[in-house]
DNA sequence: CATGAATGAGCTTTCATTCAT
DNA sequence: GATGAATGAAAGCTCATTCAT
């Protein structure tokens, strides 16, 4: 462990000193960047503002991003990165229940996403999706998407094991999606002035959510059930 | 009621008609106003370009609206007029099942909000609320909590005629709520870039979520139920 | 010549004063432009500057002109118009001696260019030429080129004429065009600050250049002449 | 001249070996920097590219060179060192018609100034002289003025030795210092850029000038001559 | 000595807002 | 009332300069 060689060592320390500030600035700054962008909106957002909050100057800020839009870019980039891969792992090695799989699967969603700064991200997204059209492509296809596959998955397992009836997956993947995004969107927005009695507890929202949507996505008993209202989910 | 002075009538006509030209105005700077602030949020927003689509000048917009800040005000105000007193009195008068009741409130609050333009302020106000709390505060005390306790008392009247089970009804209220507001979002961002194959065609999307909600909080028959995992969603 | 309906006539003669003023900004911006871009380089220059000696404010500069560099290049634009056009037709109908043609030339573009504003965009040219290579091929295209072309025909003339040596055109044309384009430059950048003693004064630098090179160019007699040293301007 | 102290003559040839480097340092810089304001102009030069195409960082400029300015001044003062002495040594010692010594002159400054990057200098100077007025004034003692001289007695010689017409003498120095002061100018600007067919071949420019103007100077037999454009170089 | 991360004054450009017409 | 030319505060971005390492 130690170095035969004391000056070596010590130029290697204050060289990774140095360098480790400079590999933290880009997270400092998106970090900053990310709370300013959910907060106020990309546009109103000043520059200066976020390289203040990262403790920095308005120059150093573009020392690393060469504008603010290519920040906005990383910032999203910075959130969303591949879990999908740990994600689709986890649904392979299940062994339960589909309605088991699900409530892990929102669970988990809250936990690494819904109730992290990530969350932000969903409503930044929402709000700025048409000032960037290349950006919200880039999010459908590395967010929205994937995330689309895996639920499809869990329902497509859920109705082949005859646990859920069989439904219009397009669909009912947004049974599951919509709540889920809805609370990401309300913790940023007007759940941050919620009048008094209003406010969200997610523990409970995700419960209550999760809880009807099984039920309502359960098997019915084959009984005497062609009734009107009988196919809940039409197929296609 | 009538007017024994015809001439003074004739002179409140002119001065009507003539007024109603300049009340039109704001309105159609309102309207371009909301579409412009839907599409790309209140900064990003030039007033050049809501004039511009309202077939004015500049100047003309703040002859109507002292600031930016006013207009937006006023776009978000204009379009919270209370169709709750409306709704509710259709609610009173409703008869048949509360699961019909609950179909029919849905599909009402998309033909007279989700798919008009009216459906674009819930996204502003989820863009802009934490830019302003007080315009966030009266949105959720006019439109909201209203929105709310209507719902409320729709589940209520489920629970009460014994279709649908007991439950909470702070977050019952959200299992209608969330998958909605979505919507409206949807539609207003994400939505119009949407991947091929991924577009929301409301009319099912609606369907697959109100039957599915339906089924999950309908009554459970008595049977040999208090099972573990029975009471979704939990009292309190 | 009067009107039969003044208030016709005053209203357009408001708005004409208005456009009038409207009209006059962009040539006002460009002098101010010409005068500080020659004075003090193109990138030394501020946009502020500029607006502040037109009279304006720094925001109207930019009403008119998108951009510092296409106030550039409009600068530029401005002041080489088709002057050449005209030269052109006076060189056609030009009744009397070459040499006399080639001092009426020489003064013409004293009097026009050289003596005027405009001839501080030859120093602009040749100081930005390499950051706006775009703007130096135009210049070349629209300036030197036509010049070039118009001297070159001046000398043939004389050649033909017998009044001059038979020469390398294409170098016997910037034995004209140096002198000429290097007091343009002197004027706008070593002239401004000469000691005492070297200030060039333009009619005597032209005199003296001028009659020096019809000297030089004159056809020698044929006597004794083929010295070593004969064919001065050689023939390729 | 020798020392009697090796010692410390060791000494300071080390100390001469250490500081050659030292001093080599701001010598790559001057060349680079030398480089790219003549090619981008003062202003548009930025001190990070002129360190980097040095070899050294942006902070070592400023070890050697306490402002851009200051390494501008360098920059002209480094190039003005006083070639004067000995080309006034070889006109002393010159033997040969003044022709020839003309010829000789205008051939050893294209050898020795036009064709190297000191020729960059005559650019610079025109280019930033209202923006250096002091550079420009030391610039015109230093380089102007002494040319000037030199030249003014090349012609005197001239005249005397009856080559030459009589003329004005500070004209006739621009007679010939214009074509090479412009072609340093060209060379450097629109000449990088020049359209096919119009690039000035140096050789075949110089020939064509200096010969032009040994015939546009030379004595006129004294024969019938007061004629009406007689004295082309008027004298005063 | 040398480095290059950090700074912030300064410049270009935008845009809400004003006001003479 | 309506207009749109004009304004100037404010924001994005650059780059000469500094200084800890």
Redesign the interface.
Known sequence: MTSSCPLRDIAATVRAKRERRKDARPGELLAAALELFV??????TRAEEVAKRAGVSKGTLFLYFSSKEELFKAVVRENISGRFTEWNAEFENFRGSTADLLRYSVRAWWERIGSTKASGIT?L???????F?EL??F???EV??PG?DLLRRVLQRGVDSGEFEP??L???V??VL??M???A??K???G????AG?E?DPE??I???V????????K?PTAGRPSA?GG???CG
């Open positions: 907060e106020k909106g990309f546009a109103a409503k997204m929402m709000s700025e999706a048409s000032n059209p919200a492509a999010y459908q296809h929205i998407q689309n439904m219009d397009k669909y009912g947004y049974v919509a709540p995004l809805f609370l969107m309300w940023h927005s007007l941050t002035c919620s009048a209003m969200i409970h929202y419960t209550a959510q809880e009807t949507i099984l039920h309502g996505l359960a019915r209202n809940l989910l039409p």
